[in-house]
C-alpha cells in the first residue's frame, strides 16, 4: 500500500523524528502538513519539504487552537502525533510536579485534543500514529513522568483503536534516538548518553530519526495492524 497520493498531518512534524515522518512520507508521494508550537520551527521545516508542503504554529495545550488548526486543514488520510517538549529526568523526592504536569499537559492531554478534533477529518482507510517510548517496558530511576506518560500512550492506543474502529490507530515506541529531544542536556552529557546507549545495545549504534520513521509510513501503510505499539529501540528493552 503506498502513500502516493494520500495528505498526512504530523503535529510535532518541524523536528526530529516528524519532520523525518514528514520528508519519507513526502518523497513516497504524500502531501504533508506539519504543525508545532514554534512558527520559526514551521518555517524552517518548510524549507526542507517539497514544494506544496503545509505548515502552521499550533499549540496543542490550547484546545480552541487545535479545533481551529483542523478547521483550516479539513479533510486528510493519516495523523502522525510526536509533539512534546524535552522530558527532564529527575527523582521523585526533588520532582517539580508543576514541570510534571507541563509534560503530561502537552503530550498526553495535546494527543487527546489533537485526536478529538482530527480523527472526524480521515478519510475511508485511514489512521492514527502516537507515540510512546520503551521507558514505559524499561524505566529507569528519575524517569516515573517519561514511563507513566508513555504507559498512558500505549493503554489510549489500544482504546482508541476501538473507539475510533474502523479508523486504525498504532504507537510508536522508540528508544534513545539521536534528535533535539535531548537538547537540554549540556553536549558532553548528550555525546556520553549516545556512546553509553551503543554500547548497551544489540546493534551497537543509537538510530537516526530517518530509520524510526519508516515504523510510521509501515503503520500508515498497511491495513491490518490496529491498536498496536510497535517497538523500535535496538534492543534497548533485551538488556
Request: one cysteine or more; hydrophobic letters at 45%.
Amino acid at each position: 500500500m503506498s502513500l502516493q497520493g494520500q495528505r498526512i498531518v504530523v503535529v510535532g512534524g518541524t523536528s526530529g523524528i516528524g519532520l523525518a515522518v514528514a520528508e519519507a512520507a513526502a518523497r513516497e508521494g504524500a502531501a504533508v502538513v506539519v504543525a508545532s508550537r514554534s512558527a520559526s520551527r514551521v518555517e524552517s521545516a518548510l524549507k526542507l519539504l517539497p514544494e506544496g508542503a503545509e505548515g502552521h504554529p499550533l499549540d496543542v495545550t490550547d484546545e480552541a487552537s487545535v479545533e481551529a488548526f483542523f478547521g483550516r486543514v479539513g479533510a486528510f488520510d493519516h495523523l502522525v502525533f510526536t509533539a512534546g517538549e524535552p522530558l527532564t529526568f529527575q527523582p521523585l523526592a526533588g520532582l517539580d510536579l508543576t514541570l510534571g504536569r507541563s509534560f503530561l499537559e502537552a503530550r498526553l492531554w495535546g494527543t487527546y485534543a489533537v485526536v478529538k478534533h482530527g480523527a472526524p477529518l480521515i478519510r475511508e482507510g485511514g489512521s492514527v500514529v502516537l507515540t510512546s517510548g520503551t521507558v514505559a517496558r524499561r524505566p529507569m530511576a528519575g524517569t516515573a513522568i517519561a514511563a507513566g506518560l508513555c504507559g498512558a500512550m500505549e493503554s489510549l492506543t489500544r482504546a482508541l483503536a476501538l473507539e475510533l474502529a474502523p479508523v486504525r490507530v498504532n504507537a510508536v515506541a522508540p528508544g534513545v534516538v539521536r534528535t533535539d529531544l535531548w537538547r537540554d542536556l549540556p553536549e558532553e552529557d548528550r555525546a556520553e548518553l549516545y556512546r553509553a546507549t551503543a554500547d548497551s545495545l544489540p546493534i551497537g549504534r543509537v538510530a537516526g530519526p530517518e530509520e524510526i520513521a519508516e515504523t510510521y509510513l509501515y503503520l500508515m501503510r498497511g491495513g491490518v495492524s490496529t491498536g498496536s505499539v510497535v517497538v523500535v529501540d535496538g534492543g534497548t528493552v533485551l538488556v
